[in-house]
């Protein structure tokens, strides 16, 4: 296996244990491959949800570019929603999961296939 395989399966575990959630793991590539090269970026690889410019970099660069979405307060709730489910307690949470659960929030899957 390489390396973004490595993370691929560590993503799925994170959903798996920390948002308790089987997931897709087509849907879970795809999203990892559309994170490019920010996934093996220490800093990059994952969200500081505590930090608004953070929140407003996800919501500008994944939710309305990527996504396709309106720019709504429905996507600041998303957000808090996503977060929420990974859970407060995690400090370091991978940005290709945070992606993930806010693609399936959206229900905007068919942007990955």
């Known amino acids: 296996m390489g390396k973004r395989d490595d993370l691929i399966a560590k993503y799925a575990?994170?959903?798996k244990e920390k948002c308790g959630m089987k997931?897709?793991?087509k849907l879970l590539t795809a999203v990892t491959?559309?994170?490019?090269p920010s996934i093996y970026s220490k800093?990059?690889?994952?969200?500081?949800a505590s930090q608004k410019k953070e929140?407003?970099?996800?919501k500008k660069s994944f939710l309305i570019k990527k996504l396709g979405l309106k720019d709504t307060p429905k996507l600041d709730e998303g957000i808090a929603a996503?977060?929420?489910t990974y859970g407060k307690s995690v400090r370091?949470?991978?940005?290709?999961?945070?992606?993930?659960?806010?693609?399936?929030?959206?229900?905007?899957?068919?942007?990955?296939?």
């Open 92 to 113: 370091k949470k991978h940005r290709a999961v945070v992606y993930y659960l806010l693609v399936k929030h959206f229900r905007k899957g068919s942007v990955f296939k």
């Open 82 to 84: 996503v977060m929420e």
């Open 43 to 48: 800093d990059a690889s994952t969200v500081a």
């Open 33 to 36: 491959i559309a994170c490019g």
């Open 55 to 58: 929140l407003e970099t996800v």
């Open 23 to 25: 997931p897709d793991m």
């Open 13 to 15: 575990e994170d959903l």
